[in-house]
């Protein structure tokens, strides 16, 4: 009985038993499309000092520009009161445009005293 640790001896005896094992290789192809594909990340143990205080700082300034504008927003009554002032604006911009729109067609009865007229002038 053989223990899973032990080296399988080979049972054809014609294949060379000498022969060094390489591990397998992908074809050249494969390994250009891997390194392609993935991003250079580097490593943030090596940055130097300078680099990882900028990282650092604009980190920092972006929490405080984040914060600036939720204080404005909450300010003016939060997300909600600005959806309705914009809600709003946009009726009153529709009313007055179905408001022009309704000045340029011609109500029954301007339609009728133009075609009044027109009979007469062409009657008379």
Known sequence: MHSPLTPRRNPNPNEQSNAPLSPPQSPPSLLKF??????????PL?????????KRRNIFLNKLKDAREQSRLQARGGEDEMMRIILVSE???????????????PTIEEE???????????FG
Do not use: F, G, W, Y
Request: no cysteine; aromatic share 0%.
């Open 34 to 43: 891997a390194e392609i594909k993935r991003k250079h990340k580097p490593n």
């Open 46 to 54: 090596m940055m130097s000092k300078d680099d990882v205080r900028e």
């Open 91 to 105: 009726q009153r911009r529709l009313h007055a445009h179905l408001a022009r729109v309704a000045a340029s067609i």
């Open 112 to 122: 009728t005293e133009s075609q009044l007229l027109q009979e007469a002038e062409n």
